[in-house]
């Protein structure tokens, strides 16, 4: 009987190893530095665990080689995410954005359905492991742990990436595959917080809008994403945020972000409602002009920032002024100043170099019967469930260990 080795027991590892154990004759230990399996797995979706989006594709992927990830993305798509985990008991509901989630909105949920199948399935899951090195040996390869050697014919290595340390994010699968040849790219976190200039964030802190944000290298476009956007003290989260985050973080303080607070509308259309509420209520004070159109808070921020006086009557305003709060509500532009780090990632952007893997099984090119999936290759998806969905889709590939 042959035996495989994963190292990482995360949502691409779990995979893997369900994979192999379909497999006769086939010996599967998965290897896990935490205490248990899926700790991450179990902050993603804000606890809620988005396992995928039905709407994935190769647009939704990034890294030096993007078209790296389409190969396994086609041979496990979000329906076979979904058939699978239907087929382990997990009940689950699709939002119209495309998110899935489980049906009882609780993590933990998808966590045990995977942890019972590991067990049904004879995986020998040895948590509290860490694997300090990886050596070609006889054919296979020695797994060297703090618990002993581990001898294995194949070996998945699946330890996840940088971010978000306090869950399990580590850098020790870069350095394994180091040793034994693979390079890496440079990394990046990605979708986490935007760190901005603070003199108006400050004040904001807590307000969410609906909003289009878009990130700029000068007067060129790099990242542009719709939906929620919250103000934190040091500068903008949410979906918004997650979304440019990949681009804002390789950009630092040479990106602009410009905010349009009412994206549905067109600057001809906030125009005439501006002008309306003037001349509808003029002796209201010009503090309230975005009164019923945004957030309080926000609309008195946006009239500091059209350097309009907040105390003046709205009847007194002039065109120019009616055009400078258009301006300040479709154009609000904030400095960048970087990034949160990886610690509060979500995902690691960037990776082991996909030039050096097999697309269509997860092999390396040089170390027969060894296998890399997940967040550890330079492949990062958007923020909605598209990173899980490749973390199956490799993991499944890997898992069927060269098959």
């Not at 170390?367 to 550890?376: A, D, K, S, T, V």
């Amino acid at each position: 009987m042959k035996t495989a080795v994963i190292i990482g027991g995360g949502a691409s590892g779990m995979m893997a190893a369900l994979t192999a154990a379909e497999k006769e004759n086939i010996r599967v230990i998965l290897i896990e530095r935490q205490q248990r399996v899926g700790r991450k797995l179990l902050a993603t979706g804000n606890g809620r665990c988005n396992l995928t989006n039905i709407y994935a594709g190769p647009a939704n992927y990034h890294g030096e080689q993007p078209g790296f990830a389409d190969f396994a993305l086609e041979k496990f798509t979000p329906q076979n995410t979904l058939d699978f985990f239907a087929a382990l008991g997990l009940v689950t509901v699709t939002e119209d954005s495309g998110r899935v989630y489980p049906l009882s909105d609780s993590a933990n949920s998808v966590v045990d359905v995977l942890r019972f199948a590991l067990d049904e399935r004879g995986v020998e899951v040895r948590c509290g492991v860490s694997v300090r090195a990886l050596f070609k040996k006889d054919g296979g390869y020695t797994v060297s742990t703090d618990g002993g050697d581990v001898y294995a014919d194949y070996v998945v290595v699946a330890c996840g990436g940088a971010a978000g340390e306090k869950l399990g994010g580590v850098m020790d699968g870069y350095e394994i595959l180091k040793n034994l040849g693979h390079k890496r790219t440079r990394l990046y976190p990605s979708l986490v917080q935007l760190i901005t200039a603070s003199d108006y964030p400050r004040a904001l802190k807590g307000v969410r809008a609906d909003a289009r944000l878009s990130l700029f290298c000068g007067d060129e476009l790099m990242a542009e994403s719709v939906g929620e956007l919250q103000f934190t003290e040091k500068g903008i989260s949410g979906p918004v945020s997650f979304d440019v985050s990949r681009a804002a973080a390789v950009l630092g303080e040479e990106g602009r972000l410009s905010v349009d607070f009412m994206r549905n509308f067109d600057e001809n259309t906030v125009r005439k409602l501006l002008t309306k509420r003037r001349d509808s209520f003029p002796k209201l004070e010009c503090a309230e002009l975005f009164t019923g159109m945004l957030h309080n808070r926000l609309g008195r921020m946006l009239i500091k920032y059209a350097r309009l006086n907040p105390s003046t009557p709205l009847g007194s305003l002039k065109d120019a002024d009616i055009e400078a709060a258009v301006s300040a509500c479709k154009g609000f532009h904030l400095p960048l100043c970087g990034t949160e780090g990886f610690d509060k990632a979500q995902v690691t952007a960037g990776g082991i170099k996909t030039g050096g893997v097999d697309p269509q099984t997860m092999q390396s090119w040089f170390m027969p019967n060894l296998f890399i999936c997940g967040e550890l290759l330079d492949v990062d998806g958007d923020c909605g469930g598209f990173n899980l969905q490749w973390a199956w889709a490799s993991g499944r590939m890997a898992g069927r260990l060269g098959e």
